[in-house]
């Protein structure tokens, strides 16, 4: 077993991004690592129930922009959050304070990414989202515009210039010790050349599935993102067009306020429910296909019926369909299109087969032990 090490882990509150970091964290302290955590103060209690020390942000608490604001809605003032100098002088100072052997970094918060590099501290990107079209594919130029806010932060540090001919996620994760990506590499796009420095490393949930996946399933479960997109009309179609289903209905919010929402009769909705609960007995997943609710899904095998709102969602509900491990449809369709696609995906064996197959591709990565194990290897 590889000395204790003392490892920093940087994050955000951007939703499902923080489901791999907080059971990444939860493996390391089970390996006897010393964690801490910086952070948005929203986090403190799921990082320290994993069993880390948790720092709030200081400079870097953009108090502006609320947790239930649109994330989409406010481009330019995040994108000056997670790259400015802010974030940079608040990992600074930390790793200053103390012993660092290995820094964590969320894959798109460039400027602390910025600040590791600075300190010449051994440094781990922990990707929560698809790699392949982020670095070469339709995701890929998408971060593109931010990439002055991102030079003037690495200028302000004395950093060199990122390669200009790359895309900007490219060149920033190309400078990393690891490259750990929060799925198995049979769930992404085929690649012709990984980059050298990338590891497939599987999901790492924050709340594992309680048990074996039952032999009898018919529990459909709806749940759409815990950050807010807007998704009301659409969570209301979707109960709606299920409603008459023979299966036990749950619905689950994510601590989303959704003012209005009628229940149908047969429908339990939770504020917020632990996953782990209900997966294992859930015979279809109805999601916007964030990458953290997939792969839950997927490790209890559980097929799925996509309505993705934007950002990487439509790229993971189009590798969903591409793989026959669910359907895709788009969030205006009506509810006589999802009822047909959720009756589809429970009648059609075919669909449960193929995820029961690629949930034991996931068991190989060892519930976190592969992404343990390439963080240990830095120390």
């Known amino acids: 077993m590889p000395r204790v090490g003392h490892v920093l882990l940087v994050t955000w509150a951007a939703g499902g991004n923080?489901?791999?970091?907080?059971?990444?964290?939860?493996?390391?302290?089970?390996?006897?690592?010393?964690?801490?955590?910086?952070?948005?103060?929203?986090?403190?209690?799921?990082?320290?129930?994993a069993g880390a020390?948790?720092?709030?942000?200081?400079?870097?608490?953009?108090?502006?922009?609320?947790?239930?604001?649109?994330?989409d809605d406010h481009l330019l003032a995040w994108t000056r959050y997670i790259s400015g100098s802010r974030i940079a002088e608040d990992v600074l100072d930390d790793l200053g304070s103390e012993r660092t052997d290995v820094a964590v970094v969320d894959a798109f918060l460039s400027?602390?990414?910025?600040?590791?590099?600075?300190?010449?501290?051994?440094?781990?990107?922990?990707?929560?989202?698809?790699?392949?079209?982020?670095?070469?594919?339709?995701?890929?130029?998408?971060?593109?515009?931010?990439?002055?806010?991102?030079?003037?932060?690495?200028?302000?540090?004395?950093?060199?210039?990122?390669d200009p001919g790359a895309p900007l996620v490219a060149a920033l994760w190309g400078r990393a010790d690891k490259v750990l990506v929060c799925a198995p590499r049979s769930f992404d796009f085929?690649?012709?050349?990984?980059?050298?420095?990338?590891?497939?490393?599987?999901?790492?949930?924050?709340?594992?599935?309680?048990?074996?996946?039952?032999?009898?399933?018919?529990?459909?479960?709806?749940?759409?993102?815990?950050?807010?997109?807007?998704?009301?009309a659409v969570l209301q179609r979707i109960l709606d067009a299920v409603a008459g289903l023979d299966a036990e209905i749950?619905?689950?919010?994510?601590?989303?306020?959704?003012?209005?929402?009628?229940a149908p009769a047969g429908v339990t909705v939770h504020d917020w429910l632990p996953h782990g609960e209900v997966l294992p007995r859930t015979a279809v997943a109805v999601t916007h296909a964030g990458l953290s609710t997939v792969m839950g899904a997927l490790v209890s095998a559980v097929p799925l019926v996509c309505l993705p709102f934007?950002?990487?969602?439509?790229?993971?509900?189009?590798?969903?369909?591409?793989?026959?491990?669910?359907?895709?449809?788009?969030?205006?369709?009506?509810?006589?299109?999802?009822?047909?696609s959720v009756r589809a995906v429970l009648g059609d064996p075919s669909y449960a087969e193929r995820?029961?197959?690629?949930?034991?591709?996931?068991?190989?990565y060892g519930a976190g032990a592969v992404a343990v194990a390439e963080v240990e290897s830095l120390l």
């Open 18 to 49: 923080t489901v791999p970091a907080v059971g990444l964290v939860g493996e390391l302290v089970r390996r006897g690592h010393d964690v801490r955590v910086l952070a948005p103060s929203v986090l403190l209690e799921r990082f320290e129930r």
């Open 53 to 71: 020390r948790f720092r709030p942000l200081v400079r870097a608490r953009a108090p502006h922009l609320v947790e239930e604001d649109v994330f």
């Open 111 to 162: 400027g602390a990414l910025a600040a590791v590099e600075k300190a010449r501290v051994p440094s781990v990107v922990l990707v929560h989202v698809l790699y392949e079209p982020s670095v070469e594919g339709p995701l890929a130029r998408q971060w593109d515009p931010t990439r002055p806010i991102v030079e003037s932060t690495r200028e302000l540090l004395a950093l060199p210039e990122l």
């Open 190 to 232: 085929p690649s012709r050349d990984l980059a050298a420095n990338v590891r497939y490393v599987g999901p790492i949930l924050e709340d594992p599935p309680r048990g074996r996946p039952c032999t009898r399933r018919r529990t459909v479960l709806v749940s759409l993102s815990t950050t807010e997109m807007r998704q009301e």
């Open 250 to 262: 749950v619905c689950t919010l994510g601590r989303i306020p959704v003012p209005g929402l009628r």
């Open 310 to 340: 934007g950002r990487d969602q439509p790229v993971n509900a189009r590798r969903v369909e591409m793989l026959g491990l669910g359907e895709s449809l788009s969030t205006d369709s009506p509810e006589r299109e999802i009822e047909s």
């Open 355 to 364: 995820a029961a197959a690629m949930a034991e591709d996931i068991a190989r």
